[in-house]
């Protein structure tokens, strides 16, 4: 028996898996409007995280409750941990707001893997992380112009505190590195590990309830006890990735503003 066969060939009688004639398909609304699972969990993604914080804040109290005073433990963590612990306690206040709004984002997007209404990490689909990459590409370019003027291009291409007959070599990796490496490594680490991850989940658990429906029902329920860990180090990935990427704008950005310490 064929597992898997054209959507154009796939009779519901005989065969257990079908796919669509094209991968689009999956992500389509019955109706045409040009919205897809990607823009609807996007959007659903800065709901929750505005409604979470309005109901969180909205009856401050000295003596917070417990949505209060989870609210305030998430922002504490990203304000002092990435913002001030990076940047720094001036300047990194200027920025907390992106890095906070950066943080929960992709944090709720990639949780979206492990949620069983939507198993589907949004930062799976390159187009988000690279939005995201080049935003924070788009600040620490302004951050270090607005701290260093035009200088801090010079900088990169005639570092300080280099050889002279290093320069010019230091000079152009430091240039491909900052202007083009950052924002593609960036994008392609967040989209990469998600991807992964949820294409291994889906096989694993896809293939433990075919299993369990065949003859081999141990390997299906071996299938599925694997798919159940790699179920619970995915919430791990989530958490990891956002505080990387989070992390890796804060540092991006202090590297701007002190362009000297940097090298």
Known sequence: MELILAASECDPSDQIICTPS??????????KFGINRTIILTVLAAVLIVVFFYMAFRRKSVVPGKLQALG????????????????????GLKY???????????????????????????????????FLAIITWIIFIVAGIRAQGMGYFTHLIWPPGVPVALKPLVGIIELVSTLLV??????VRLFAN??????MLSLLLLSGWVFLFSAKFYIGVGWFALGIGIYVFEILVALLQAYIFTLLSAVYIQTSIEVEDAH
């Open 194 to 199: 998600l991807a992964a991850g949820h294409v």
């Open 182 to 187: 950052r924002p593609f490594s960036l994008a």
């Open 22 to 31: 094209s991968v689009n398909e999956l992500f389509e609304l019955p109706f």
């Open 72 to 91: 305030e433990a998430a922002l504490g963590f990203v304000r002092d941990e990435i913002a001030i612990g990076i940047i720094g306690p001036k300047e």
């Open 96 to 130: 907390f707001p992106y890095l906070a709004s950066v943080f929960f984002f992709v944090l709720v997007g990639n949780l979206f893997e492990v949620i069983p209404l939507t198993l589907f990490p949004i930062t799976s689909r390159i187009g988000l992380p690279a």
